[in-house]
């Protein structure tokens, strides 16, 4: 019987090296998809949370503030979608970086997760060191994050919803801004979850 159903995978995005490497004796060709690197960050809750609190889970990483006046408002409605779609999934979490960390506290942004309605450890919302939040954004999650003094807000980042696999690669980008752009990042969470259980 054929099977009319397709595995159907997501690709790696991001850089990528070659390197040589000798197998049994031959010299082979391997890429090395690049990864999203150790880093420490401030949580809502006041603790100080590294890479391991993502360590076996898939997870979605934006960039926001709580002040923004233009797109985090909508980022956040769709992202609460996410959140209540996968909530009690122990294989997801959620991942929001404040690229304000002067004015977004530990206490600020515990009382905006609060706002949204999000309670647990499932959705972390992060601070830190702006310098280590703009380059994590910029160079590893390929997003727009950073300081402006000419933009509302006075901060520039992108609307993208970042899709991340269990080995820290970047497997799908989406505009977090949209319906359209949240449902397929929906969808794209149950489609790597499968690929796991393959």
Same mark, same amino acid.
């Given at each position: 019987?054929?099977?009319?159903?397709?595995?159907?995978?997501?690709?790696?995005?991001?850089?990528?090296?070659?390197?040589?490497?000798?197998?049994?004796?031959?010299?082979?060709?391997?890429?090395?998809?690049?990864?999203?690197?150790?880093?420490?960050?401030?949580?809502?809750?006041?603790?100080?949370?590294?890479?391991?609190?993502?360590?076996?889970?898939?997870?979605?990483?934006?960039?926001?503030?709580?002040?923004?006046?233009?797109?985090?408002?909508?980022?956040?409605?769709?992202?609460?979608?996410?959140?209540?779609?996968?909530?009690?999934?122990?294989?997801?979490?959620?991942?929001?970086?404040?690229?304000?960390?002067?004015?977004?506290?530990?206490?600020?942004?515990?009382?905006?997760?609060?706002?949204?309605? =999000?309670?647990? @450890?499932?959705?972390?919302?992060?601070? %830190?060191?702006?310098?280590?939040?703009? /380059?994590? +954004?910029?160079? *590893?999650?390929?997003?727009?994050?950073?300081?402006?003094?000419?933009?509302?807000?006075?901060?520039?980042?992108?609307?993208?919803? =970042?899709?991340? @696999?269990?080995?820290?690669?970047?497997? %799908?980008?989406?505009?977090?801004?949209? /319906?359209? +752009?949240?449902? *397929?990042?929906?969808?794209?969470?149950?489609?790597?979850?499968?690929?796991?259980?393959?």
């Amino acid at each position: 019987m054929i099977s009319c159903k397709e595995d159907r995978k997501l690709p790696i995005l991001g850089e990528r090296d070659v390197v040589k490497k000798t197998v049994d004796g031959k010299e082979v060709v391997d890429t090395v998809f690049n990864a999203i690197p150790a880093f420490t960050f401030v949580n809502q809750e006041g603790d100080t949370v590294s890479e391991k609190i993502v360590e076996g889970k898939i997870y979605v990483a934006d960039f926001f503030f709580t002040t923004c006046p233009t797109i985090c408002p909508v980022m956040k409605r769709q992202m609460v979608k996410v959140y209540n779609q996968y909530k009690g999934n122990p294989d997801v979490m959620i991942l929001s970086h404040s690229i304000d960390p002067d004015h977004d506290t530990p206490q600020v942004l515990k009382k905006f997760a609060t706002d949204l309605g =999000i309670s647990g @450890d499932q959705w972390q919302f992060l601070t %830190g060191e702006k310098e280590k939040i703009y /380059e994590i +954004g910029q160079k *590893k999650y390929l997003s727009t994050a950073k300081e402006d003094k000419t933009a509302d807000g006075g901060y520039i980042h992108s609307g993208a919803f =970042i899709l991340v @696999d269990k080995e820290k690669h970047i497997r %799908g980008m989406y505009d977090g801004t949209t /319906e359209e +752009g949240t449902q *397929k990042l929906i969808a794209d969470i149950k489609t790597l979850l499968e690929e796991y259980k393959q």
